[in-house]
């Protein structure tokens, strides 16, 4: 079992940042694929960023590639969202998950493939 708990949502304005967080427990050993999701009202999940903890690959949605960046501190064992530039487009909820790599080793933003997830964190973004 893997335990998620995202921190650091909140309410900004077009343009700003913020920093998500995401601290892990639990038995990762087979959960080598941390990513990070966010749902609008109406929309389904968008895989936004994922990272392979072994290695440091990482994979952004078109959608934020040069706004977001994803981490992985091992030490604190907690993964971030680092996002700027934020738009109105990036308002949602925002969910940290955990799953096992596929097929190639590949870590997917298919949220099927993800078994453990967080409670979420909710972004707004006013224009």
């Known amino acids: 079992q893997v335990q998620l708990k995202e921190s650091g949502g909140g309410s900004v304005q077009a343009g700003g940042s913020l920093r998500l967080s995401c601290a892990v427990s639990?038995?990762?050993?087979?959960?080598?694929?941390m990513a990070w999701f966010r749902q609008a009202p109406g929309k389904e999940r968008e895989g936004v960023a994922v990272?392979?903890?072994?290695?440091?690959?990482?994979s952004l949605g078109d959608s934020v590639k040069g706004r977001f960046t994803i981490s992985h501190d091992i030490a604190k064992n907690t993964l971030y969202l680092q996002m700027s530039s934020l738009q109105p487009e990036d308002t949602g909820i925002y969910y940290c998950?955990?799953?096992?790599?596929?097929?190639?080793?590949?870590?997917?933003?298919?949220?099927?493939?993800?078994?453990?997830w967080g409670q979420g964190t909710q972004v707004t973004v006013s224009s």
């Open positions: 998950a955990a799953g096992p790599r596929g097929s190639y080793g590949i870590c997917t933003r298919e949220p099927s493939r993800y078994a453990y």
């Open positions: 639990g038995d990762t050993s087979r959960s080598d694929c």
């Open positions: 990272r392979r903890t072994d290695g440091g690959i990482t």
